[in-house]
T-cell receptor
Framework: GESVGLHLPTLSVQEGDNSIINCAYS??????FIWYKQESGKGPQFIID?????DKRQGQRVTVLLNKTVKHLSLQIAATQPGDSAVYFC???????????FGTGTRLKVLA | DSGVTQTPKHLITATGQRVTLRCSPR?????VYWYQQSLDQGLQFLIQ???????AKGNILERFSAQQFPDLHSELNLSSLELGDSALYFC?????????????FGPGTRLTVL
């Protein structure tokens, strides 16, 4: 069944192309950020994280970029595959707290 | 499979009622988190427990309460239910409950309040 809201922004990409998903975070005091993937009917799944002392971090096929000046985070997925189809959202942790604030999410559709 | 289990999978109840959602963390994880995911508000952090003690509170209503038991499983109690409480409720667990610990999410409980 559907896990998240029906009115999420959608990014459609061709299989094999690169995807870029953006997130504007809310609190300038946030110093730790996470990207999650949520497939239909499942719970969120950790993809990659980044601390505020870094601008870029790479994982397997994924890269996260952090721009603290404009409070912006992006997730780049290389060579997008059908299995990447999901909702992606960012989360931020405000320094000194254990609380997390989540973005609204972007639906990624991979076209064959 | 994340190793986190949640029961029940689906719950349908009426306004004014009370329900209990249950979560078993991954083996060895000491910290449990509860989240609410609704259509209009996205994912919201509710509360975190570490080794039986409350560690952090988010946007949890006073009608909601949670606890973590000595065997580390957790329950989220929702009372005086309203239509707006209809949502997916996720539990997650992590090892030591630190901010940078990876959280593993369960499959969720879908609550429908009629």
């Amino acid at each position: 069944g559907e896990s998240v809201g029906l009115h999420l922004p959608t990014l459609s990409v061709q299989e094999g192309d690169n995807s870029i998903i953006n997130c504007a975070y809310s609190n300038s005091a946030s110093d730790y950020f996470i990207w999650y993937k949520q497939e239909s009917g499942k719970g969120p799944q950790f993809i990659i994280d980044i601390r505020s002392n870094m601008d870029k971090r790479q994982g397997q096929r994924v890269t996260v970029l952090l721009n603290k000046t404009v409070k912006h985070l992006s997730l780049q997925i290389a060579a997008t595959q059908p299995g990447d189809s999901a909702v992606y959202f960012c989360a931020e942790n405000v320094s000194g707290t254990y609380k997390y604030i989540f973005g609204t999410g972007t639906r990624l559709k991979v076209l064959a | 499979d994340s190793g986190v289990t949640q029961t029940p999978k689906h719950l349908i109840t009426a306004t004014g009622q009370r329900v209990t959602l249950r979560c078993s963390p991954r083996s060895g994880d000491l910290s449990v988190y509860w989240y609410q995911q609704s259509l209009d508000q996205g994912l919201q952090f509710l509360i975190q427990y570490y080794n039986g003690e409350e560690r952090a509170k988010g946007n949890i209503l006073e009608r909601f309460s949670a606890q973590q038991f000595p065997d580390l499983h957790s329950e989220l109690n929702l009372s005086s239910l309203e239509l707006g409480d209809s949502a997916l409720y996720f539990c997650a667990s992590s090892g030591a409950g630190e901010v940078t610990d990876t959280q593993y999410f369960g499959p969720g409980t879908r609550l429908t309040v009629l």
